[in-house]
DNA sequence: GGGCCGATTAGG
DNA sequence: CTAATCGGCCCG
């Protein structure tokens, strides 16, 4: 898209505080479909009781042995996969889970996959974005800086951003990690 | 092997 | 409010 930058590696070794709060505004996509980044969460791979680095050694082998950008996506309650950005190389280790989108590209597609029509119920949510964009376990592991059929784009269009606690953890959920695009009526939920 | 838990969602 | 549904972890 013309004024877009596209985003390296670089981006990704900074602290993941940095990395939540500037991917809002920024361009997702995967396959035909695309959305602006509007809500975004930041986990530690240190000391954070809710980052998966916490209790599962995958997680940890999964930071140490994966370059920064690199998709982390898992299986929730069984059911819903969620996608995050490994954030490494820099002084803080973690995650940035992506919450929701501005649904912008592939629309038709995305109400297909969700089976919604209303542009609010597409990507509100860390599951139901995935759902709409087609991302799934095949996906962990893989690159959205470099890979095929990815999109990772800063957008010129400034954006207003809220600061807020988590969502739906119990441990340390005290932390204002959670970063939104101010008035956005595409967020999960409101601050 | 069994029990428990979880970065959620849709439906009553 | 709750069911759905399963990988990872902690036992034993």
């Not at 299986?75 to 889970?97: A, D, K, R």
């Not at 959205?144 to 441990?171: D, Y």
Request: glycine share 12%.
């Amino acid at each position: 898209m013309r004024g877009n930058a596209p985003i390296g590696i670089a981006f990704f070794q900074r602290h993941p505080l940095i990395c939540a709060r500037e991917l809002i505004g920024c361009t997702f996509g995967f396959g035909d479909t695309a959305g602006m980044i509007v809500e975004t969460e930041a986990y530690m791979a240190v000391d954070d009781r809710a980052c998966h680095t916490w209790k599962r050694a995958g997680a940890r082998e999964f930071v140490s042995s994966h370059a920064p950008g690199t998709a982390y996506v898992y299986l929730n309650y069984g059911m819903h996969w969620l996608f995050n950005f490994l954030v490494t190389g820099g002084e803080c280790e973690g995650f940035v889970l992506v919450r929701a989108l501005e649904p912008l590209e592939g629309i038709p597609l995305m109400r297909r996959r969700r089976g919604r029509e209303r542009l609010q119920e597409l990507c509100n949510g860390p599951a139901k974005l995935t759902q709409a964009l087609g991302i799934d376990g095949n996906h962990h592991g893989c690159d959205p800086l470099t890979g095929e059929g990815w999109i990772l784009s800063k957008t010129p269009r400034h954006q207003e951003v809220i600061v807020s606690k988590r969502i739906g953890i119990t441990q340390d959920a005290e932390y204002p990690w959670r970063f939104l695009s101010k008035g956005c009526p595409f967020v999960s939920f409101l601050a």
